[in-house]
């Protein structure tokens, strides 16, 4: 999709589809809706009198040829309560834009925002949301209609004298969907064609694109390693595991300075191993690697936007398979920190990998870690398909997160850990269990677990098992891969010191 700043006035703009938004019970009578309505001969306020336009969120209502316009169709979207607006609503009207016109076989649009969002966070919200919808889940479809994506799109609402501001939002929202595509476009691979082998091929390959650093762990790197939890998941399949590393290094690296390190679980099928899953929804597993997946889309991001810091991603990836050299439950294996681990059920594999991710992450000089993972059906429970769950180990490097969630409008809530938990995850014969001994708080025990191994590394994990899938089409976004945390994980490292 080109991306375009279109300064003109809002009457002269001859798209496919001139788009803006109107907020629940609005007249038209101030403002950018005044002056359509004006120029359009009163069409809004008809619209508004009859009933018919509302503005009640989502709501569409789309005005052929509108006369005194140029655009040949004009869409207003309901925006909702005005009072509860933001960047976050913005983003998913515009997204919802798109899906709405896509489908009417448009192929350019403008959106034009309202007086109070000409900012640059609006205009980067904008252009994630258009982006982010063109995306469909249909690679695989051999019979789908050719160009039924969006072309061209421009911005409008600013003046020529903000045009600066706006020019810098696309530029950076650019950058950002379409990485977190490119994370989408990973998590929807079937394990057939992505494998833990080609998951690093395709990595390693963005990576040199993007003039990023990457060094690829094989399976015998891995042994040297003593990598023996990542091992331990991987021995049940005849597919190799990896160990990938992008690192981004910033022009003025002060030696003294913080690194961020990203950790993302990888596992390109979880089948659970001889603690086997139900047949039941078992092919959904191949997005058992989208935390790895949000992960190498941060770095995509971050090789063009050049924070001040240092970001290394360590993605460790396997197959979780049931194979006859397959780990079983009750065997015991040291960890690449050198913890012993009771392996009770083979289905918790998510966690074995990050423990040695995060080893490995701090050995390569990180000082602050955090960790994405599809770790927990108990998250779901906790939260639904709504929040991510949010541990952290320190509260000023949890709190900045939040914030950057918040920022990028992907909804986060912090969950507990703390030593009362520890118990849970007490082994008989080693020094730790892979699962909980207790009742419920499932995803605390895989939480408690990965923090065995991160120390005293101010580190948060994020459980995104309830939002890296989606079920069902949004308004403002197609089934399938979500790549959740990518934006979020890229605000917190702009900001990150
Ligand atoms: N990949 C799953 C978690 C998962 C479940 C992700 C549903 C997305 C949707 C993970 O490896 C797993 O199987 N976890 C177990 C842990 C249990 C055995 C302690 C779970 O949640 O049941
Ligand atoms: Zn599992
Ligand atoms: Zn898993």
Redesign the pocket.
Known sequence: MEITVDTRPAAQIDAEALITYAFDQEKPDSGVLAQLDQAAGGALSKLVASGELTGKMFETTLLYYPQGLAAQRLLVIGAGKKDKFGTAELRRLAAAAVRALKSRQVKRVTFLVRENDRSAASAQAVVEGLILANFDSDKYKTDKKPGTEITHASLAGWEESARADADQGLARGRVIAESQNFARELGNEPSNLLTPRMLADRAAAMAREAGLAVDVLDENKIAELKMGALLSVAQGSVEPPRMIVITYTPQKLDPKAPVLGLVG?A?TF?T?GI?I?PANDME??K??MCGGAAMIGVMRALATLKPSCKVIAVIPSSE?MPGGRAQKPGDVRIAMSGKSIEVI?T????RLVLADGVTYAKKLGCTHLVDA????????VALGNINVGVFGSDEAFTSQLLLSSKAAGEKMWPLPIDDDYRDNIKSGIADIQ???SGKGG??I??AMFIREFTGDTPWIHLDI??L??QDDVKPWNAKGATGVAVRTLVDLAMKFK
């Open positions: 679980k596992i979880d659970g603690s899953k959904k597993m997005y058992d979780n059920n289905d918790a594999e998510g993972a599809t770790l927990t059906g108990a998250v779901v892979n699962v909980g499932g995803a025990a895989g098992a309830g890296a899938w």
